[in-house]
């Protein structure tokens, strides 16, 4: 998937159903479409290759489903995919590994929230064990914590190569995939739908939009309210060094804020061996703002000006200005780490050479009142039944931040069963 390939607009085939995104979520749709019977799938990806954003610019968590609310779209699918992505990478020999998680509680005020992830984890199947300070010390020996608690089942991976993999099997058993191809809007027909492309038209009797970062926008152009905005947070990471990332032997959590959908600086050994701490959480001045260089007017305008965002920023700013605080400052981000991992100092802190793995952004959906949607989001405009008068279905995938990454597989059969009309939101 080097390369983009293409359709001609006179003539064109009619798909079935039309996929338009390239990460994984969207390749995960794919994958469960042609295992559903559906042979004329097609996906439609604006980058070249497949996994650029999201799924590309990721810790590579493979999350058990502890932190989710009981009953929701997360804890279910994230549960079921923990095991599904092991066994997928197990299965076409992709790096993994079940390294297990401590999240830990170094504050006294941080232990009723411990106790709730306790009730959730337990509530959603996920086995959970609470650790003493000794307990703590025993499964990671740099950390310093109150409590903490221990959470097998969390491993790693590289979304990047699923995604691949999932792209190389769906075009090995006959889906087209158009990279270097950016959709405008889908128009609803009375029997099928128009898929606009910079590079021509396609048709399908379906389409499902897994568009992340522009998943609200195409809704919009299509003439869909989407009653949500995407907001762009920048995710930042550096690679720890020295003697204190040789003891980190796993993944090193923070409790997480309640009030927010992040979790917090984290500590995290990744399969190639190199420990890398963050990400925090700044506002983007660009849909795919990696770093504070890029800067698109237009969009940081749509941002600042959304209704939504001016209640998130009028009860937020004090976070904000801390998340920003860290961006800026070396000393402060070590600061966060040296909470869990006692020692750090800023010259502990490298950028990582990859670039990629420098900063990542999540594309996340705020309501109207300001309040940050928690669960994943799926919206459909029009009928499972493309031969009724309401025209086809298009779904909309409008929020699947993290861990859809870890839920892809059991996003992607979700969606094709509301597709076919076998399914009912959970959330």
């Not at 420098?358 to 959906?365: E, L, P, S, T």
Request: glycine residues 12%.
């Amino acid at each position: 998937m080097t390369g983009p390939t293409t359709l001609p607009v006179t003539g064109s085939p009619r798909h079935d159903v039309v996929v338009v995104g390239g990460g994984i979520v969207g390749f995960a749709v794919l994958h469960e479409l042609l295992a559903a019977g559906h042979m004329s799938v097609a996906l439609v990806e604006r980058e070249d290759t497949p996994g650029t954003h999201q799924t590309g610019r990721n810790s590579n968590v493979i999350h058990s489903g502890l932190y989710y609310a009981p009953g929701s779209l997360k804890a279910r699918l994230a549960v079921a995919g923990c095991a599904e992505t092991k066994a997928f990478c197990a299965e076409h020999d992709l790096p993994w590994s079940e390294c297990g998680k401590v999240v830990v509680a170094t504050d006294s005020a941080e232990l009723p929230r411990m106790a709730e992830l306790v009730r959730r984890g337990r509530a959603n199947g996920v086995e959970v064990t609470e650790l003493d300070e000794a307990g703590v010390r025993e499964r990671e020996p740099a950390v310093a914590a109150l409590a903490g608690l221990w959470v097998p089942s969390t491993g790693i991976c590289d979304y990047g190569a699923i995604t691949c993999t999932l792209a190389r099997l769906a075009v090995d058993r006959g889906a087209t995939v158009h990279t270097g191809r950016a959709v405008t809007s889908v128009t609803r027909r009375r029997r099928d739908a128009v898929v606009h492309t910079d590079r021509g038209d396609l048709l399908a009797g379906q389409v499902v939009v897994c568009a992340g970062l522009r998943s609200d926008e195409i809704a919009r152009a299509s003439g869909f309210d989407p009653g949500v905005r995407i907001v762009p947070f920048r995710g930042e990471y550096s690679d720890l060094v020295g003697p204190l990332a040789d003891q980190v032997r796993g993944l090193v959590y923070p409790v997480p804020d309640p009030a927010f959908p992040f979790l917090g600086v984290h500590a995290t050994r990744g399969v190639d061996g190199s420990v890398h701490v963050g990400p925090n959480a700044v506002l983007a001045l660009a849909r795919e703002g990696y770093d504070w260089r890029t800067l698109r007017v237009r969009e940081l305008a749509g941002t600042l000006v959304d209704p939504g965002f001016v209640k998130l920023a009028g009860k937020q700013w004090r976070y904000g200005l801390g998340e920003m605080h860290r961006s800026l400052s070396r000393s402060a981000m070590a600061a966060a780490v040296a909470r869990m991992l006692p020692g750090v100092t800023a010259d502990d802190l490298r950028p990582p050479h990859d670039v990629a793995r420098r900063a990542g952004v999540r594309a996340q959906a705020v309501r109207p009142d300001g309040s940050l949607v928690d669960d994943f989001l799926f919206v459909q405009d029009g009928d499972t039944d493309s031969g009724t008068g309401e025209g086809p279905a298009v779904l909309h995938v409008l929020n699947a931040p993290s861990p859809a990454a870890t839920a892809a597989l059991p996003i992607g059969r979700e969606i094709v069963a509301r597709l076919e009309g076998k399914s009912v939101d959970a959330a």
